[in-house]
């Protein structure tokens, strides 16, 4: 198993948010399940089932395990939490109960936000961190890293590690039909599938475009209301997040339109029915996989690293665009450009430089595949992983330090 990036302290109970087939059992078991702790799977039928009826039987599993074992359990791991709600109000009460208080440690993982959010669930209000986890991400990698494997099958644990083509084919239009299908059926708000598999074709296809729900909606022959909740429930799901229009105000950027970007290349490939079609070097289909592999890769060391970056795309009145616009805490701005192409021209790097002086605080960068960081006027140009790398330089050694102390 490749060592992952999310930040489960051994100490303080957490939530472990992800779509499915990221890792996050798999990544329990190798960093904090032991034969001294408790697991309940509610993906298990029979699981779901009883706790469904009474959550009052988590203390019950408890008590019976201090009986059994004379010993507090070293974790009490729910999986899938999202599928009974009610569960967190128990593990809350658990928490605060005076005689387990400072004993026990939960890890709670999940799929969906959806039910959670709108059922109004009890998020433990500071008792347990917030984390998330992502497909492979290159620093996970390392030297597995591929670049043609990630653009072709994307990066979920599974599929990147499968022995051949065929296999991943088959595991990508498995994950389609059905952990897609069964996770939108499991949040009950979607009376019928269909129309809902018609809009996953469409919203594929236009993966990192400025979302047009009228245009999609004429294409799916479903109302653009529809389309938009389609949209939220992807995000809820954490199969896909919106980047937004880039502006200084938050009333303003919230009356722009964003983009929106599924969270693995092998899936979206799947979705638009595309995976026997190679993605080819130098070729328009390669440029807009490049360009979402990177912007996924910042979307997911953002998360890892507690950067606190503010990621969107600038789009000028006359159609002029930067591909991302990352803002840092400290007001510092980083307009991105992302080439595919192992050579970048001087007039991409001036259509970039024109930005620079219209936005405060801005600097230009071009990420690409060129071997070596070069400057060209005021654009800075360098490899794609030492771009990404640099950009996350300073939060990385901060976290270090930070868990050293925990």
């Known amino acids: 198993m490749y060592p ?13 948010f992800g779509a499915r087939a990221t890792g996050k059992s798999a990544l329990l078991r190798s960093k904090i399940i032991t034969d001294n702790s408790i697991v309940i799977d509610l993906l298990d039928d029979e699981q779901f089932i009883t706790f469904s009826k009474s959550s009052k039987i988590l203390e019950e599993r408890l008590r019976s395990h201090l009986h059994r074992n004379n010993q507090m359990p070293d974790w009490i791991v729910l999986d899938e939490v999202q599928r009974v709600p009610k569960l967190l109000n128990e593990v809350h009460r658990l928490l605060e109960s005076p005689e387990y208080r400072g004993k026990i440690k939960f890890a709670l993982t999940g799929s969906s936000a959806r039910k959670l959010k709108r059922r109004s669930a009890n998020m433990l209000a500071g008792r347990a961190l917030v984390n998330r986890l ?8 390392g030297p597995d890293f591929l670049l043609e494997r990630v653009l072709n099958w994307g990066s979920l644990p599974g599929v990147y590690t499968a022995d051949d083509d065929h296999i991943r084919a088959a595991m990508l239009r498995s994950y389609v039909t059905t952990y897609i299908t069964e996770e939108i059926r499991e949040e009950q708000v979607i009376r019928n599938i269909d129309p809902f598999l018609r809009f996953l074709e469409v919203a594929a296809q236009c993966n990192g475009q400025i979302i047009n729900c009228s245009a999609i909606g004429r294409d799916c022959k479903i109302e653009p209301k529809t389309i938009a909740r389609y949209f939220q429930i992807l995000e809820d799901t954490l199969l896909g997040f919106y980047l937004p229009a880039y502006e200084i105000s938050v009333r303003k950027q919230q009356r722009q339109t964003p983009k929106f970007y599924l969270f693995d290349l092998g899936v979206l490939r799947a979705l ?3 995976l026997s079609v190679p993605v080819i070097p130098q070729t328009y289909g390669y440029g807009q996989v490049f360009e ?3 912007i996924n890769e910042i979307h997911r060391l953002n998360h890892y690293y507690e950067a606190e970056f503010k990621l969107a795309y600038l789009r000028t009145k006359d159609g002029a665009e930067v591909d991302l616009v990352i803002r840092t805490p400290r007001r510092d701005v980083y307009l991105v450009e992302i080439k595919s192409s192992a050579s970048v021209s001087e007039e991409s790097a001036r259509k970039l430089e024109r930005f620079v002086d219209s936005v405060e605080n801005a600097s230009a960068v071009i990420l690409s595949q060129e071997t070596a960081y070069r400057r060209i006027g005021r654009v800075d ?3 794609w992983r030492e771009g990404v790398e640099g950009l996350f330089s300073v939060q990385k050694e901060c976290l270090r330090r930070n868990l050293r102390h925990v």
């Open 134 to 141: 992502f497909p492979l991400t290159f620093e996970e990698l």
């Open 4 to 16: 992952r990036l999310a930040n489960t302290l051994q100490n303080m109970s957490f939530f472990l």
């Open 381 to 383: 140009v360098y490899p």
């Open 292 to 294: 979402a592999l990177i």
């Open 272 to 274: 638009s029915g595309t």
